[in-house]
């Protein structure tokens, strides 16, 4: 019931900012985080951790700046890129074709992919 309570509240305070003339005019809106603290919340992580699990999720990101940095010591400013370089086409494999260790792969929920060291 609390946390009924608190979505309620989490999208009254999203509807209200949504109408707001400052974030229209600017046209912002909650961002990720808004709702992931909800989520983070309903699956009992505490409070402490939000800011760290936020980081976790951009970390790549980050990381991927700063190695774009590094390549151009001579840039000042770093203006992060948004190209991908990767193959553009891959075989794909149907998930019901793959194997695991020689043996097909059926796992259908994660309690099913909870298996014992041995397997891997």
Partial sequence: KQLR????????????????????SRKLFPNVDYYSGLALTAMGIPLTLFTCLFAVGRSAGWVAQWLEALAEPKRRISRPRQVYVGETRRPYPDVRARELN???????????????????
Avoid at 5 to 24: I, N, P, Q, S
Avoid at 104 to 117: A, G
């Fill in 5 to 24: 309570e608190l979505f309620h509240l989490a999208v009254e305070l999203e509807r209200a900012a949504l109408a707001d003339d400052y974030f229209v």
């Fill in 102 to 120: 020689g043996r097909p792969n059926l796992k259908r929920s994660f309690t099913d992919s909870t298996q014992d060291e041995q397997d891997f």
